[in-house]
């Protein structure tokens, strides 16, 4: 038995099973995964507030609003007021970039609303703060960033102080994760909400339905947001 989530041509995978054996191919709309589908629409003339809304079986159900902190004056402030406005009562939420440049301007917006809790940093996060500063630059952005709970991750970075970011976010200690592309690509990386305006994968292309589910199929961590 193959299960293949999303697949576009799912009998290629039977295609050599024996010719005298009986093989079927059963698609299927269920999903595999638990998670809820909120779409966030601005209140009309008032940029910092939003609406949430359940997107489920076809129907949109009015779920409540969110305060943003401050009027964002961009797309890319809009995606991260409204992702801190979500998590900042939480751990564990991912932001989808559509590249590295996004992720880092992303993550430099929430790192900027997020309260700093105590000038005194995790001892925790000050080890990869450290490590970025001596083996990368003195003023890589995540030197900073990483200090109140806020980091970006992309393939174009030192794999030792990638894995340590992914732990990190993992154990709670980083709280708001700017992602891209490489999130779809392998990185096994759940979390609790995933934010994202306008995804695409790659310059200029929207992200296909079976690669946004597969995003969506990060959201909702085994015995911890669900069971």
């Not at 001596?134 to 393939?155: C, D, K, M």
Request: aromatic letters at 6%; one cysteine or more.
């Amino acid at each position: 038995v193959f299960l293949s989530p999303l697949t576009v041509n799912p009998e290629v995978l039977v295609e050599d099973a024996p010719q005298d054996s009986t093989t079927a191919v059963v698609p299927s709309d269920t999903l595999t995964v638990s998670q809820n589908l909120i779409v966030a629409e601005q209140v009309p003339r008032h940029s910092d507030q939003w609406n949430l809304m359940l997107r489920r079986n076809g129907r949109t159900d009015p779920l409540g609003s969110i305060q943003l902190h401050a009027k964002p004056d961009s797309d890319t402030k809009r995606l991260s007021y409204v992702a801190l406005a979500i998590g900042k009562a939480q751990i564990g939420t991912l932001i989808y970039a559509n590249g590295a440049a996004d992720a880092e301007k992303i993550a430099w917006q929430i790192h900027e609303g997020v309260e700093n809790a105590s000038d005194q940093p995790d001892s925790e996060l000050k080890e990869p703060s450290d490590f970025a500063r001596s083996t990368i630059h003195p003023h890589f952005q995540l030197v900073e960033l990483v200090l109140r709970g806020v980091a970006f991750h992309y393939g174009n970075m030192p794999t030792l102080l990638r894995s340590e970011i992914e732990r990190l976010f993992r154990n709670g200690k980083i709280r708001f994760l700017v992602c891209t592309s490489t999130l779809i690509e392998g990185v096994n990386l759940a979390c609790r909400s995933i934010i994202t305006r306008g995804p695409r994968k790659g310059r200029g292309k929207p992200m296909q339905p079976h690669d946004f589910w597969n995003l969506a199929g990060r959201a909702g961590r085994w015995g911890q947001d669900f069971s």
